[in-house]
């Protein structure tokens, strides 16, 4: 499965984007989808996910209270709304699901996610 992700872009610190992750035609119903972002020289870091049973959200502590993740009825598609940006949320963002219902403890480890996007870049000027 493929995901496919998109809505990045160049903004100046303090502006808005909102990126897209979809999977067409299959629905991780009792899994997770989230996203994750690597900046240059960086490892890959965890940003937010969301548990579809229950709904719920999880974020890193870097973007609580300005990111939000939001997902469709059909649990197909996620969403993920970047507010009051800074630099160092440049990076590429990557789109990330799975059918395992992850405890929360392993929300944050790349490797338990079986399904990625190709990533969508990000760059915020300052």
């Known amino acids: 499965v493929q995901l496919q992700a998109s809505g990045g872009g160049l903004v100046q610190a303090g502006a808005s984007l909102r990126l897209s992750c979809s999977a067409p035609g299959r629905a991780f119903s009792n899994g997770v989808m989230g996203w994750f972002r690597q900046a240059p020289g960086k490892e890959r870091e965890f940003v937010t996910a969301i548990r579809w049973s229950g709904r719920s959200t999880h974020y890193a502590d870097s973007v609580k209270g300005r990111f939000t993740i939001s997902g469709d009825n059909a649990k197909e598609s996620v969403s993920l709304q970047m507010n009051s940006l800074k630099p160092e949320d440049s990076a590429i963002y990557y789109c990330?699901?799975?059918?395992?219902?992850?405890?929360?403890?392993?929300?944050?480890?790349?490797?338990?996610?079986?399904?990625w996007g190709r990533g969508t870049l990000v760059t915020v000027s300052s």
């Open positions: 990330a699901a799975t059918n395992s219902r992850l405890i929360i403890s392993r929300l944050r480890d790349d490797i338990a996610y079986d399904y």
